[in-house]
């Protein structure tokens, strides 16, 4: 168990909707990321956010945004949804910076079915 | 734009038969390279990371080691529980993101 966790594991939806995927961070850690894996894409980086604030952007669609609240917690929205955005999404976090590398510890993900 | 490419795709081993996987990079400036394992349906699971070349690091049937352009993982007498993907992924000087290759599926069979 890595401490950081993702809610729903599963989610079902239809084209055009929209979802909310969420994400708890480990203690202490002030970094998120947001990642998709599609079976063709391998794992991409879409975001991440520091203490609140969007820090890098990767490849991520104008129909996707993310957040960070406070708490540290953070929210995926997908919206405008279509059959490819169906993909497994990981949120990671990692410890604050400190200059050197910062291992990033994944949750067990989200499982996004788009009908 | 950073690369790395992950080979072979995929290894199938006798239980006790040691074998190397290798990730070869490309990226302006390396932070430090990542070797995560991934069950079926799970998350990344952090194995090591690795700084510099000619750094080594061991966990159990399990050694990285770094060059200037490629890392090896190498796994010594694998046991079926071994059986993953094993993914490689760079992290640039230049921000914090993972840049991961496609992963090596490693299947021992008892």
């Known amino acids: 168990d890595s401490g950081v966790t993702q809610t729903p594991k599963h989610l079902i939806t239809a084209t055009g909707q929209r979802v909310t995927l969420r994400c708890s961070p480990r203690?202490?850690?002030?970094?998120v990321y947001w990642y998709q894996q599609s079976l063709d894409q391998g794992l991409q980086f879409l975001i991440q956010y520091y203490n609140g604030e969007e820090r890098a952007k990767g490849n991520i669609l104008e129909r996707f945004s993310a957040q960070q609240f406070p708490d540290l917690h953070s929210e995926l929205n997908l919206s405008s949804l279509e059959l490819g955005d169906s993909a497994l999404y990981f949120c990671a976090s990692s410890p604050p910076s400190g200059g050197s590398t910062d291992t990033q510890y994944f949750g067990p993900g989200t499982r996004l079915t788009v009908l | 734009e950073d690369q790395v490419t992950q080979s072979p795709e995929a290894l199938r081993l006798q239980e006790g038969e040691s074998s190397s996987l290798n990730c070869s990079y490309t990226?302006?400036?390396?932070?430090?390279l990542f070797w995560y394992r991934q069950d079926p349906g799970k998350g990344p699971e952090f194995l090591f990371t690795l700084y510099s070349a000619g750094e080594e690091k061991e966990k159990e049937r399990l050694k990285a080691t770094l060059t200037k352009k490629e890392s090896f993982l190498h796994i010594t007498a694998p046991k079926p529980e071994d059986s993953a993907t094993y993914l490689c992924?760079?992290?640039?000087?230049?921000?914090?993101?993972?840049?991961f290759g496609a992963g090596t599926t490693v299947t021992v069979r008892a």
């Open positions: 990226v302006s400036g390396l932070r430090g």
């Open positions: 992924a760079v992290q640039a000087m230049r921000d914090y993101k993972l840049s």
């Open positions: 203690s202490g850690d002030l970094s």
